[in-house]
């Protein structure tokens, strides 16, 4: 079944301690994606690579940092996470630049 | 990605009744797709619009991008509660990833 894992699906943890989560596709796809959504912002783009160790920023990358060293994973690291990065995170991948994007089930985040 | 603005953020409708989400632009979009999230779930891809003036139907939603590609809407007719949910339009995807949602219309249905 194609699909894009995420893992964990909740996550509460502490200000200031290290965090990754992971994301994996099993579609061959060369875009991945990261966005986190919160209330009345939609989804907003945190980080994508159109390939193995290629990334970029997105449109609200501070705080946040990504790999690609294999194709299927995407992992997201928070080296410090705080407090306004309580949010829900979508990763996400796609074959091309017209083609749909399919989403992992969710990642919800709490720093406290 | 191109900017795209989205409207409304809220509708509450009662079943049965009809429901129009807007999708604009300030500049020509190459193409738009639509996405549903129900409550509690990801997002999920309905539909992509290429051609000027292209109407796609699917049952009870229809798909429409303007003629000057600036702007798409998605219709649905008589509402029903399974319809609930937040309904995003996307604009194209730069060649390097990037991309932008709009900030979604999030229905709600009333039985």
């Known amino acids: 079944e194609a699909q894009v894992t995420q893992n964990p699906r909740y996550l509460i943890t502490v200000t200031g301690k290290k965090l990754t989560v992971t994301c994996s596709q099993n579609m061959n796809h060369e875009y991945m994606s990261w966005y986190r959504q919160d209330p009345g912002l939609g989804l907003r783009q945190i980080y994508y690579s159109m390939n193995v160790e290629v990334t970029d920023k997105g449109d609200v990358p501070e705080g946040y940092k990504v790999s690609r060293k294999e194709k299927r994973n995407f992992p997201l690291i928070l080296e410090s996470p705080s407090p306004n990065q309580t949010s829900l995170y979508f990763c996400?991948?796609?074959?091309?630049?017209?083609?749909?994007?399919?989403f992992g089930q969710g990642t919800r985040l709490t720093v406290v | 990605g191109q900017q795209v603005m989205q409207i409304p953020q809220y509708q509450h409708v009662q079943e049965g009744e009809d429901f129009t989400t807007y999708c604009n632009s300030s500049t020509t979009l190459s193409n738009i797709q639509w996405y549903k999230q129900r409550p509690g779930g990801h997002p999920v891809f309905l539909i992509q619009l290429v051609k000027s003036g292209e109407v796609k139907k699917q049952k009870r939603l229809t798909f429409q991008f303007g003629e000057a590609k600036k702007n798409s809407s998605l219709h649905i007719t008589a509402t029903q509660t399974t319809d609930v949910g937040t309904y995003f339009c996307a604009g194209p995807v730069t060649n390097a990833g990037k991309s932008t949602f709009g900030d979604g219309t999030t229905l709600t249905v009333k039985p």
């Open positions: 996400a991948s796609r074959a091309g630049t017209y083609t749909e994007a399919f």
